[in-house]
């Protein structure tokens, strides 16, 4: 009984499979006939070629990843037995004075990326347009992103050394050497002078994106716009920056996402020394110097955590004051529809 | 319909290749590497047997600077004797840490550096035993670092001193005419080299971070007389890092460090020393002195042209009239529990023949580790200063000193972080050196308390 209604489903199926398979007439089955037929063979091909990069993706993301959840729940070093303890890592994460102390440095990364985008913004509506050198400009502002981030904090590591190019190019303006600070040692201003080196570092490429966003702009637009008087600002104001949102957003969501886990820049220029040790600096620094690789594992589950919550709050906003893609912003639609209740209601 | 057929094929092909790379990786992980025993120990070996061995070495080094240069000139005299095993030297630049990583995987070569990140209880598991400590202490000194439960796993390239690497000729033209035994004698010196020449009077090399774990080593024996004292007296003892008051112990030498730095006897702007270019400048005289191991002294003779003026004295402290000075391992050979049987002895050969014969010890600033060895012509100065050998750590507490130091995130003689903070601490004025040691004790209390070593 059982085994013949399992027949008879199965039986159906391929009958089904065959009526969809315009190639295959009714014939015996035949594997490469089968494999050969256009939806197998799309599939497969699909598979196929998905396979590498999500292997990829499996290999040095995910499973690396999955392990180091696993490790923060781990009293461990790198050599020797693995204890659980359970959440331990995490309370000790929160309950310490560094780590969250070393977040407060991310405000100095954030001010200055915005700084960054600003520039980059502008340099790309100037450059946008017809402008002597502009490719070379281009060139030249794109340049410091190609150069890799260990070169450049030793670049920036001799470029502040007391009497170097820094100084020496302030007393071409008239400073004097004795006014001025050590840009590394001065702890007031030494978290400045490395969040300055990731501007320089990022700034072309947040312009050439912006450049390229601008570019898909309708010229007619502008032509337009022109007839009717803009000045440059006005069609900034109103044919640009619209455009371009999803971009600004985009950008901003990159640059404070990487602000809060800096550590390239301080790790080479200072070594985290002199108070300028960001979350990822101590972090590095308890799990290869104190082995503490379950703790460490454990922030660094907790900054994932944070700069999720993050993002999520910067794409609320974006929905909520931009709108997102050709959908109006959440506070324009509410608006609207408060003037129209407003309007029936005079109205009546 | 041929082009078809084409895509087709590529398809189930780099289907069939991907699944097959995959298949070949899951296999890999299931197959852990056994491990070999090679039946022989370090002390029955003797150069100049088993010649007709082949075997092909990789060996992994901190030394990058000499890979290409006196690496090469050692294997190729080596292989007068043993023509069939070739060698092949890995440097890596980021040693220290790099080195843990990749000994997790065990398949990371022959014979590497063995870093300090190892417990002792875990070297049977990534390192050959050598022999035993009773057989290999007749030839051998230093040899309790890599040690657990009577067998050695590790044996030390050479031995350092430590010291202070000096220009003589700075210092005498600054007047100072004696050798400074205590801290405010060398203080008083520095003032001196400050006050009549132009040199920098102390190089902190604070930027390059390893060169500062150099103070941590001053702490123990140096600093105390006493040979047992980093594992009787700082791993165990109460409040280690207290202040003396005779100007002795861990407290003087950070002390040291901490006056010269606030009386401005040290570099203007720590940040941003250079270390490879420190070396040409103590060489010249634009440094007067740099706290380094004795490793460094052939270093900073070679940087330039005058190598002459290049001295090393003890650490000035006086511990009741006497200096001391402590004789201790570098880093250490091992060999890799999973190579080869024949890869093992052909280490254990190398290794031999590197302690033996090649000269590397005294050509790289150090002392050689057999018994009875004479002192190098460079450390005339330590003629009349007590030498302390390592002392092997009880059986039980091998340790507790890593466990200590990792619990308390001090970082001794592992990131120079205790040095560092000093200098940090020095420039801002605040907090003072007894804030700092005070500090320090709390720490390293709860760390033994949490390890369970009570007073």
Redesign the interface.
């Known amino acids: 009984m059982d085994c013949g209604a399992r027949k008879d489903w199965n039986h159906s199926l391929t009958v089904r499979k065959r009526g969809n398979d315009m190639n295959t007439k009714r014939a015996p089955f035949n594997f490469i006939k089968w ?2 037929s256009g939806k197998v ?1 799309r599939r ?2 699909m ?3 998905m ?2 990069p999500l ?1 990829l993706l499996l290999v040095f993301t995910y499973i690396p990843f999955l392990k180091m959840f696993q490790f923060s729940f781990y009293d461990m ?4 037995a693995r204890k659980f303890v359970g959440l331990k890592n995490y309370s000790e994460v929160f309950s310490r004075k560094d780590c969250f102390q070393a977040l407060k440095l991310s405000g100095y990364y954030i001010v200055a990326a915005f700084i960054q985008l600003a520039i980059a913004l502008w340099f790309a509506s100037v450059l946008s347009f017809k402008v002597k050198g502009g490719g070379l400009y281009k060139g030249f502002m794109f340049f410091p992103y190609l150069v890799c981030g260990i070169a450049v904090g030793f670049i920036f ?2 470029f ?3 009497g ?1 190019v820094l100084d020496t190019v302030l007393q071409w303006f008239g400073f004097n050497l004795d006014s001025l600070p ?1 840009w ?2 001065d ?1 007031s201003i ?1 978290n400045i002078s490395i969040a300055a080196t990731s501007v320089w570092r990022y700034m072309g490429q947040n312009m050439v994106l912006f450049i390229g966003a601008i570019m898909s702009v309708d010229s007619s637009l502008y032509e337009a716009a022109a007839i009717d008087g803009a000045s440059g600002f006005n069609k900034f104001r109103y044919i640009i920056f619209p455009s371009i949102k999803t971009i600004i957003v985009l950008n901003m969501i990159l640059a404070i996402t990487g602000s809060l886990s800096v550590f390239e820049p301080p790790y080479v220029i ?2 985290g ?2 108070g300028t040790g960001t979350y990822f600096v101590i972090m590095n ?2 799990a ?5 690789v379950g703790l460490a594992s454990a922030m660094a589950i907790v900054l994932f955590v944070l700069i999720l919550f993050a993002t999520l709050l910067q794409k609320a906003g974006e929905w909520y004051f931009l709108g997102i893609g050709d959908q109006e912003a959440i506070r324009t639609v509410r608006r609207q529809k408060k003037q129209n209740r407003q309007r029936e209601a005079d109205n009546r | 319909m041929r082009h078809g057929y084409g895509k087709q094929f590529l398809a189930v092909v780099l289907a069939g290749t991907l699944t097959a790379t995959l298949a070949a990786c899951t296999k890999k992980d299931e197959v852990k590497a056994e491990k070999t025993d090679v039946g022989v120990t370090f002390d029955q070996i003797k150069l100049g047997e088993h010649t007709d061995l082949k075997a092909n070495l990789k060996f992994l080094t901190h030394k990058t600077d000499i890979v290409d240069t006196t690496f090469k000139d050692y294997v190729s005299e080596f292989q007068k004797m043993y023509p069939n095993i070739n060698i092949e030297y890995e440097g890596i630049t980021n040693y220290a840490s790099d080195i843990t990583t990749r000994l997790t995987t065990g398949d990371w070569g022959d014979i590497c550096m063995i870093p300090t990140t190892v417990d002792k209880n875990e070297l049977k598991n990534y390192f050959i035993n050598l022999g035993a400590m009773d057989e290999l202490s007749k030839e051998y000194t230093m040899l309790s670092n890599y040690s657990y439960d009577g067998k050695v796993y590790g044996i030390p390239s050479m031995g350092n001193i430590q010291g202070i690497v000096y220009n003589k000729a700075v210092f005498e033209k600054a007047g100072v005419k004696e050798i400074p035994k205590t801290p405010d004698e060398f203080l008083s010196a520095l003032q001196k080299i400050k006050d009549n020449t132009d040199a920098i009077p102390l190089y902190t090399n604070f930027a390059a971070g390893w060169t500062m774990t150099a103070w941590d080593a001053y702490i123990d024996a140096c600093a105390t007389g006493q040979a047992d004292f980093a594992q009787e007296g700082r791993v165990k003892g109460k409040n280690p890092f207290a202040d003396r008051g005779d100007q002795t112990g861990p407290y003087a030498v950070y002390n040291l460090l901490y006056e010269a730095v606030s009386k401005g006897l040290t570099e203007e702007d720590p940040t941003t020393t250079d270390w490879e270019g420190s070396k040409a400048r103590l060489n010249k005289g634009e440094i007067a002195s740099m706290a380094l191991g004795s490793w460094s002294i052939v270093q900073m003779k070679e940087a330039a042209e005058n190598g002459d003026d290049v001295a090393y004295m003890p650490f000035p402290i006086t511990v009741n009239g006497k200096q001391y000075t402590s004789v201790s391992a570098d880093y250490n050979y091992g060999v890799n529990c999973n190579s080869s049987a024949d890869n093992q002895l052909a280490a254990m050969l190398y290794i031999k023949w590197l302690i033996d014969k090649s000269g590397f010890d005294v050509n790289q600033g150090g002392v050689s580790i057999k018994v009875n060895s004479e002192m190098p012509e460079f450390l005339k100065a330590f003629d009349k200063v007590g030498l302390l050998y390592d002392v092997p750590v009880p059986k039980g507490e091998e340790t507790w000193g890593n466990d200590v130091n990792n619990e308390s995130e001090l970082g001794i003689n592992v990131s120079g972080g205790m040095a560092k903070s000093v200098v940090e601490a020095a420039i801002e004025g605040q907090p003072s050196m007894k804030e700092l040691a005070d500090q320090w004790n709390e720490k390293w209390t709860a760390a033994q308390e949490k390890i369970g070593i009570t007073h």
Do not use: D
């Not at chain 1, 070093?77 to 020797?80: M, Q």
């Not at chain 1, 290869?288 to 503490?292: A, D, I, L, N, T």
């Open positions: 494999i050969q063979n497969l091909c598979v196929t070629f396979l590498a292997l070093k790198y050599i020797g590591k001799f502040y050394t007391r170097f050590y590394l040692k702890k030494n200072t070594n020394e002199f620094k308890l290869h110097v104190s082995q503490k």
